[in-house]
Nanobody
Framework: VQLQACGGGLVQAGGSLRLSCKAS????????MHWYRQAPGKQRELVAT???????NYSESAKGRFTISRDNARRTLYLQMDRLKPEDTAVYYC????????WGQGTQVTVSS
Protein backbone atom coordinates (compact mmCIF):
# COMPACT_ATOMS: atom_id res chain seq x y z
CA VAL A 1 0.00 0.00 0.00
CA GLN A 2 1.33 3.44 -0.94
CA LEU A 3 -0.25 6.79 -0.27
CA GLN A 4 1.57 9.72 -1.86
CA ALA A 5 0.40 13.11 -0.70
CA CYS A 6 1.31 16.40 -2.27
CA GLY A 7 0.04 19.94 -2.69
CA GLY A 8 1.14 21.54 0.54
CA GLY A 9 2.99 24.82 0.72
CA LEU A 10 3.16 28.28 2.20
CA VAL A 11 0.08 30.46 1.86
CA GLN A 12 -1.20 33.64 3.45
CA ALA A 13 -4.19 33.59 5.74
CA GLY A 14 -7.38 33.61 3.71
CA GLY A 15 -5.77 31.73 0.85
CA SER A 16 -6.43 28.29 -0.55
CA LEU A 17 -4.57 25.05 -1.17
CA ARG A 18 -5.58 21.74 -2.71
CA LEU A 19 -3.97 18.59 -1.38
CA SER A 20 -3.87 15.36 -3.35
CA CYS A 21 -3.15 11.80 -2.28
CA LYS A 22 -2.47 9.13 -4.88
CA ALA A 23 -3.18 5.60 -3.68
CA SER A 24 -1.73 2.37 -4.98
CA UNK A 25 -1.87 -1.22 -3.83
CA UNK A 26 -5.46 -0.99 -2.62
CA UNK A 27 -8.93 -1.28 -4.11
CA UNK A 28 -9.33 2.45 -3.77
CA UNK A 29 -12.97 2.75 -4.76
CA UNK A 30 -14.29 0.57 -1.93
CA UNK A 31 -12.36 2.17 0.91
CA UNK A 32 -13.20 4.96 3.29
CA MET A 33 -10.41 7.52 3.15
CA HIS A 34 -9.35 10.17 5.61
CA TRP A 35 -7.25 13.30 5.93
CA TYR A 36 -5.50 13.90 9.24
CA ARG A 37 -3.19 16.66 10.35
CA GLN A 38 -0.58 17.12 13.03
CA ALA A 39 0.60 20.51 14.24
CA PRO A 40 3.89 20.91 16.12
CA GLY A 41 3.55 19.71 19.69
CA LYS A 42 0.01 18.44 19.15
CA GLN A 43 -1.60 15.08 18.57
CA ARG A 44 -2.62 13.99 15.11
CA GLU A 45 -6.26 14.86 14.50
CA LEU A 46 -8.88 13.79 12.01
CA VAL A 47 -9.81 16.52 9.56
CA ALA A 48 -12.16 14.90 7.05
CA THR A 49 -13.53 11.53 5.95
CA UNK A 50 -15.09 10.30 2.73
CA UNK A 51 -16.75 6.91 2.32
CA UNK A 52 -16.88 4.73 -0.77
CA UNK A 53 -20.31 6.26 -1.46
CA UNK A 54 -18.75 9.73 -1.19
CA UNK A 55 -20.50 10.56 2.04
CA UNK A 56 -18.37 13.10 3.89
CA ASN A 57 -17.70 14.18 7.44
CA TYR A 58 -15.58 17.03 8.81
CA SER A 59 -14.04 18.19 12.04
CA GLU A 60 -15.56 21.31 13.50
CA SER A 61 -12.49 23.31 12.52
CA ALA A 62 -12.71 22.15 8.89
CA LYS A 63 -16.46 22.40 8.43
CA GLY A 64 -17.46 25.07 5.95
CA ARG A 65 -13.89 25.72 4.77
CA PHE A 66 -12.51 22.36 3.62
CA THR A 67 -13.91 19.93 1.06
CA ILE A 68 -12.85 16.31 0.78
CA SER A 69 -13.42 14.51 -2.49
CA ARG A 70 -12.22 11.50 -4.44
CA ASP A 71 -11.62 10.45 -8.01
CA ASN A 72 -11.86 6.68 -8.11
CA ALA A 73 -10.70 6.46 -11.72
CA ARG A 74 -7.48 8.27 -10.74
CA ARG A 75 -7.24 6.55 -7.34
CA THR A 76 -6.78 9.99 -5.85
CA LEU A 77 -8.07 11.65 -2.73
CA TYR A 78 -8.32 15.44 -2.48
CA LEU A 79 -8.67 18.07 0.19
CA GLN A 80 -9.63 21.54 -0.97
CA MET A 81 -8.81 24.02 1.78
CA ASP A 82 -10.23 27.53 1.55
CA ARG A 83 -10.12 30.54 3.88
CA LEU A 84 -7.03 29.10 5.53
CA LYS A 85 -6.03 30.27 8.99
CA PRO A 86 -2.65 30.23 10.76
CA GLU A 87 -4.01 27.51 13.07
CA ASP A 88 -4.38 25.24 10.03
CA THR A 89 -0.57 25.03 9.89
CA ALA A 90 0.33 21.36 10.17
CA VAL A 91 1.56 18.33 8.32
CA TYR A 92 -1.39 16.77 6.52
CA TYR A 93 -1.64 13.01 6.04
CA CYS A 94 -3.93 10.82 4.02
CA UNK A 95 -4.98 7.62 5.73
CA UNK A 96 -6.74 4.36 5.09
CA UNK A 97 -7.41 1.56 7.53
CA UNK A 98 -7.06 -1.96 6.14
CA UNK A 99 -6.84 -4.16 9.18
CA UNK A 100 -4.16 -1.75 10.29
CA UNK A 101 -3.58 1.91 9.59
CA UNK A 102 -1.69 3.07 6.51
CA TRP A 103 -0.39 6.62 6.26
CA GLY A 104 0.94 8.75 3.48
CA GLN A 105 4.24 10.55 3.99
CA GLY A 106 2.56 13.85 4.84
CA THR A 107 2.63 17.24 3.18
CA GLN A 108 3.43 20.45 5.03
CA VAL A 109 0.89 23.26 5.04
CA THR A 110 2.02 26.58 6.48
CA VAL A 111 -0.37 29.51 6.77
CA SER A 112 1.16 32.88 7.54
CA SER A 113 -0.76 35.64 9.26
Amino acid sequence: VQLQACGGGLVQAGGSLRLSCKASGINFRINTMHWYRQAPGKQRELVATITSASSTNYSESAKGRFTISRDNARRTLYLQMDRLKPEDTAVYYCHVHLGRPFWGQGTQVTVSS
